[in-house]
């Protein structure tokens, strides 16, 4: 793909993808299991993460969230009792963010949710062949842009756009 005209609309087509994808799932989860995706992402990457637990910088940098935006969405999922947070005994700045009983529940009950409105509005419309040429190629592109994804903060660094979630 040589055009700019091109590559404007292959990038338009991702990001539309993308947020449609993002939203039709969320849709879907509050519906049926009385979440938003992005706390859906919080609680299956604290479910699994060692002892249901992380440092919030760390789930942070999993989330590619700023560590305000975090803070603010496990502000919410605690109030709604599905994450606590615990001081971190090593380091006394340092918080880390715990799922909770009722958390591992919902998380249960949100997972074939999002599976089955995975496969009904993203894989059921690509191949086996598409699926693997999809994968490959955001592979390459992560893989090749590491180092650009999450850039320490500083006080003095402008805020960074972080991804719709």
Partial sequence: MSSATGQAELWAS??????????????????????????????????????????????????????????????????????????????RRGTFAVITEVGRAKVSEARPVFARASQDLFLQHLSSRERDALQSAMRKIIGANRAHLRKPERADDPPQASPKR
């Fill in 14 to 91: 991702l990001m539309q993808g993308q947020a449609l994808l993002a939203d039709a799932v969320s849709d879907r989860l509050e519906a049926e299991a009385g979440i938003p995706l992005a706390w859906h992402e919080v609680l299956v990457v604290l479910a699994d993460a060692p002892d249901g637990r992380l440092r919030m910088q760390d789930l942070a940098d999993s989330m590619w969230l700023s560590k305000s935006g975090l803070t603010r969405l496990c502000d919410r999922i605690e109030e709604a009792g599905y994450l606590s947070r615990a001081s971190c005994p090593t380091d």
